[in-house]
């Protein structure tokens, strides 16, 4: 016995596996449980294994959800033509909280990578692509990380779907950004990319 | 819907509860958890009921553990005769794992804090007594925060047992510390308890 009882060693071991929390923390986080027991342990266990139970990925577009068809695919309001293309459900999830994209997504589940042997066929490329004609989609949004890896794949999927409209999201000075904290890069886009007032 | 289903928000928002996650990384958490359901979500939400459902805090000590009286109490190889009194569980388990205490403890709860208005009472300062005659204690080890409020505490405790010998933790210099990084009333705790080499 190290510190406590082997159960509550136990769930620390899985609780630091979580990323974000390591070995200290996790015990933290299981000391404050175990005071909160009926008010939050109980409850949190429930529900994680209520999730854990039913969440499963569309199977239409990736987004994790608790049905097979995800709740953006099922309504047809979002119907509109148009297909946002994200990495991962964590950037579906933040484009929905800015609640300014009323179409459907596709999560490609990662990006092309050479170093990590990250090919097309590992990715939701080929259901993208029949997507785009089941579905009559007009425009493809590619938002995909501004990195080299994410640029690689939106010039892959922007090759091989030569007969939509794919754009991808502008590059530029963050709302709220200090060009003095901005990195070259940024800078030199935002420049290039400059609009009339 | 901001995000995810019902059953997901829910989950996030009774994980970013937990001290040290807010609620970007509990979502972040969530996610890396239904990815891996199988294999982490479900056996943690199964620790954590179960861990839920047995904690208890052990009668005689106040240590966490999985039954009325924890393994240190019982164990009879530790009625040494010293009781370190700590003011939290988490302390206990710090001192554990340093593995160099061979006596049993006695779990405060807390220290004495006029801000809050913690007294006496609040404390298991009267049982703490009670085990000094009923365990025989020779020694109470004072492992308390060198804080105002750790230090009255300390102060009352040592008054209210006058017949046993007690001690606290030597003030000093910590392993590997600099000096340079010290604060000016560790260095003037460790000169004044200077030790001849």
Same mark, same amino acid.
């Given at each position: 016995? *190290? ?14 596996? #979580?990323?974000?929390?390591?070995? !200290?923390?996790?015990?933290?986080? &299981? #000391? ?14 429930? *529900?994680?294994?209520? &999730?854990?139970?039913? /969440? ?23 119907? +509109?033509?148009?297909?946002? @293309? &994200?990495?991962? %459900? ?6 929905? !909280?800015?609640? %300014?994209? !009323? ?10 990578? *050479? $170093?990590? *042997? @990250? ?8 259901? #993208? ?8 989609? =007009? ?7 501004? +990195?080299?890896?994410?640029? +690689? =794949? ?10 939509? =409209?794919?754009?991808? $999201? /502008?590059?530029? &000075?963050? %709302? ?5 904290? $901005?990195?070259?890069?940024?800078? =030199? /886009?935002?420049? !290039? ?5």
């Amino acid at each position: 016995m *190290a510190d406590g009882p082997q159960d509550i060693e136990d769930l620390i071991g899985l609780l630091s596996k #979580l990323p974000g929390l390591g070995p !200290r923390s996790a015990r933290r986080a &299981v #000391l404050h449980l175990i005071k909160k027991r009926k008010q939050q342990m109980i409850p949190l266990a429930d *529900a994680m294994m209520r &999730v854990g139970q039913s /969440a499963r990925e569309c199977l239409n577009c990736g987004n994790i959800g608790t049905s097979d068809i995800c709740k953006i695919c099922e309504d047809d309001r979002r119907a +509109t033509g148009e297909i946002c @293309v &994200v990495e991962d %459900v964590a950037d579906l999830w933040a484009m929905e !909280r800015s609640g %300014v994209f !009323r179409g459907r997504y596709h999560v490609l589940g990662g990006t092309l990578s *050479a $170093l990590d *042997a @990250v090919g097309p066929e590992d990715l939701h490329i080929p259901k #993208l692509i029949d997507r785009v004609t089941s579905e009559n989609v =007009t425009e493809v949004i590619l938002a995909l990380s501004a +990195t080299i890896d994410g640029q +690689t =794949t939106a010039h892959y999927i922007a090759d091989q779907l030569g007969h939509v =409209t794919v754009t991808s $999201l /502008a590059q530029g &000075v963050p %709302v709220g950004g200090e060009l003095d904290y $901005l990195d070259d890069g940024t800078i =030199t /886009a935002a420049l !290039r990319a400059r609009r009339s007032l």
